[in-house]
């Protein structure tokens, strides 16, 4: 029996080293995000209301929460390991919706909310553009070759 095997299109390495790029900065940003968050759960922000003896419940919830989830999402896509995304997606969708889900509570973040938004769109961009040229435009090898 012959076994078929693909020898990788530039392109698709391309990709990687793309998606690759794009998970390194995305933890440097949940790394100074996660940075925030530990900097009010401390008490070194001045700002009323922001340190964490004078945050609201809900605050002090979805501080903690994310002063955890988020640098535990760098690591995980910093060294490229498989339960990086995972982590990652689950810190952005718990952040989107403190900021979306919960205006009224929390306020607005733009910032982090177009940060979140854009890294998750590049990425499912990057990796639809992956699979369609391996699955589409990849010629397939011929056995015996």
Same mark, same amino acid.
């Given at each position: 029996? @012959? @076994?078929?095997?693909?020898?990788?299109?530039? $392109?698709?390495?391309? /990709?990687?080293?793309?998606?690759?790029?794009?998970? $390194?900065? =995305?933890?440097?940003?949940?790394?100074?995000?996660?940075? +925030?968050?530990?900097?009010? +759960?401390?008490?070194?922000?001045? =700002? &009323?209301?922001?340190?964490?003896?004078?945050?609201? &419940?809900?605050? $002090?919830?979805?501080? =903690?929460?994310?002063?955890?989830?988020? &640098?535990?999402?760098?690591?995980?896509?910093?060294?490229?390991?498989?339960?990086?995304? @995972?982590?990652?997606?689950?810190?952005?969708? !718990?952040?989107?919706? /403190?900021?979306?889900?919960?205006?009224?509570?929390?306020?607005?973040?733009?910032?982090?909310?177009?940060?979140? =938004?854009?890294?998750?769109?590049?990425?499912?961009?990057?990796?639809? +553009? $992956?699979?369609?040229?391996?699955?589409?435009?990849?010629?397939? !090898?011929? &056995?015996?070759?």
């Amino acid at each position: 029996m @012959t @076994t078929v095997r693909k020898t990788e299109d530039h $392109r698709v390495v391309l /990709i990687d080293h793309l998606i690759r790029l794009l998970k $390194r900065v =995305v933890a440097a940003g949940l790394l100074f995000l996660a940075l +925030i968050y530990w900097m009010r +759960i401390t008490g070194l922000s001045e =700002v &009323p209301g922001l340190r964490f003896d004078t945050m609201l &419940p809900h605050w $002090r919830t979805a501080a =903690v929460l994310m002063a955890v989830l988020l &640098p535990i999402a760098a690591l995980g896509l910093w060294g490229h390991f498989t339960w990086g995304t @995972t982590s990652w997606l689950i810190a952005a969708v !718990s952040e989107l919706s /403190i900021y979306l889900g919960w205006v009224g509570d929390f306020g607005e973040n733009d910032l982090v909310v177009a940060f979140h =938004v854009t890294a998750i769109s590049v990425y499912v961009l990057l990796k639809g +553009i $992956r699979l369609i040229i391996r699955k589409w435009m990849m010629p397939e !090898s011929e &056995p015996g070759r």
